[in-house]
């Protein structure tokens, strides 16, 4: 069965530090990857998705990037965090396009 | 574009109470998907549902329902008899315009009290 790992639960940096958040699944190849953030109180904003290796599209512009090294592998990351990118960070990945996403424990970033 | 919206920024029942969640949806496609997903306290999202707009037909599993109706645009969700282990955020999402990721609406969050 498939599997999708996320760490750290729960993360706290300063301004300014730098940021990298790890993503994995196990048990499927070619997957359709994805990071989502919710800050506090919102939805669910998409950040970046990808749909192979080194193929990353960003649905929004800000202090964020995405890396996906590995077929399994997703990576956000930021040189330089601001407060704005506090929130709610999950990944997730689908099989596909147009089917269900299944998604991450989360990552609870919190930016002092 | 694709879009979707929840009116009910939150809901308060009693347990055994019956309560629908309501999702309006907006799209170009004359065929698409809709989903609903439950977010506990703890955080991580649980699928619930895929539903295709070919069949407008209820869906029925256990205490939960969903009634898709394409004429109004509407996928709403109900639960029967309410428990607090329903007590939850839902949101429903439909997949972007290229089908490559899923956008959802700003969920609704359900308390149920005993």
């Known amino acids: 069965s498939q599997t999708i790992h996320q760490w750290p639960a729960t993360l706290v940096q300063p301004v300014g530090s730098p940021l990298s958040l790890e993503c994995t699944v196990e048990?499927?190849?070619?997957?359709?990857l994805y990071w989502y953030r919710q800050a506090a109180g919102r939805g669910l904003q998409l950040l970046f998705y990808?749909?192979?290796?080194?193929?990353i599209s960003s649905e929004v512009p800000q202090n964020l990037s995405a890396s996906r090294p590995q077929d399994r592998q997703f990576i956000l990351s930021s040189k330089k965090l601001l407060l704005s990118d506090s929130g709610f960070y999950l990944c997730?990945?689908?099989?596909?396009?147009?089917?269900?996403?299944?998604f991450g424990q989360g990552t609870r970033l919190t930016v002092v | 574009a694709q879009k979707v919206t929840q009116a009910q920024t939150e809901i308060s029942v009693v347990e055994k109470e019956d309560v629908t969640l309501d999702c309006v949806y907006e799209?170009?496609?004359?065929?698409?998907?809709l989903f609903w997903y439950k977010q506990p306290p703890s955080g991580e999202l649980v699928f619930l549902i895929r539903?295709?707009?070919?069949?407008?037909q209820n869906e029925i599993s256990g205490r939960y329902s969903w009634n898709f109706q394409k004429s109004t645009s509407s996928f709403n969700f109900t639960i029967t008899a309410s428990q607090v282990v329903d007590s939850a955020v839902y949101f429903c999402?439909?997949?972007?315009?290229?089908?490559?990721?899923?956008?959802f609406g700003k969920g609704t969050t359900l308390s149920v009290s005993s």
């Open positions: 799209t170009r496609d004359t065929t698409y998907y």
């Open positions: 999402a439909i997949p972007n315009q290229a089908g490559t990721a899923l956008i």
């Open positions: 997730a990945w689908s099989p596909t396009m147009n089917t269900e996403a299944f």
């Open positions: 048990g499927t190849s070619n997957p359709n």
């Open positions: 539903r295709n707009s070919f069949d407008e």
């Open positions: 990808s749909v192979g290796i080194g193929q």
